[in-house]
């Protein structure tokens, strides 16, 4: 059941995020390929960018950590290569999709961590 509250969280979020980068390169169908891309990027979150995060453990170190957020563009490019109904345009369009991700995500999360205090 708690998986299931954080996908639709997740796709909240995907679909809030998508809304609101429409007009610069974010297209997103509906709110059932919201879920879609939610279960997908989890499922990629947890496969896909470990192994990448191992490969490209030398530039992160130099780069401080910020090359993780190319890493995250990456998997949201390729799960919207994956996903009919979700498109990004580019790779910066990516980026701030994947830091407005985050930060919307630790809050509607710290939301549900709360109420079952």
């Given at each position: 059941?708690?998986l299931?509250?954080?996908?639709?969280?997740?796709?909240?979020?995907?679909?809030?995020?998508?809304?609101?980068?429409?007009?610069?390169?974010?297209?997103?169908?509906?709110?059932?390929?919201?879920?879609?891309?939610?279960?997908?990027?989890?499922?990629?979150?947890?496969?896909?960018?470990?192994?990448?995060?191992?490969?490209?453990?030398?530039?992160?170190?130099?780069?401080?950590?910020?090359?993780?957020?190319?890493?995250?563009?990456?998997?949201?490019?390729?799960?919207?290569?994956?996903?009919?109904?979700?498109?990004?345009?580019?790779?910066?369009?990516?980026?701030?999709?994947?830091?407005?991700?985050?930060?919307?995500?630790s809050?509607?999360?710290?939301?549900?961590?709360?109420?079952k205090?």
């Amino acid at each position: 059941m708690k998986l299931i509250i954080k996908l639709l969280v997740n796709a909240i979020a995907v679909f809030a995020i998508a809304y609101l980068l429409k007009d610069n390169g974010v297209f997103l169908d509906s709110y059932v390929t919201a879920i879609y891309v939610a279960v997908v990027l989890s499922i990629l979150n947890l496969i896909v960018k470990p192994i990448l995060i191992i490969f490209t453990l030398p530039i992160t170190i130099v780069t401080l950590g910020l090359f993780l957020l190319v890493i995250n563009a990456l998997i949201i490019l390729l799960a919207s290569k994956l996903i009919d109904g979700f498109s990004v345009s580019s790779i910066w369009i990516a980026i701030i999709f994947s830091i407005l991700l985050s930060i919307l995500q630790s809050i509607l999360h710290s939301f549900l961590n709360e109420e079952k205090k």
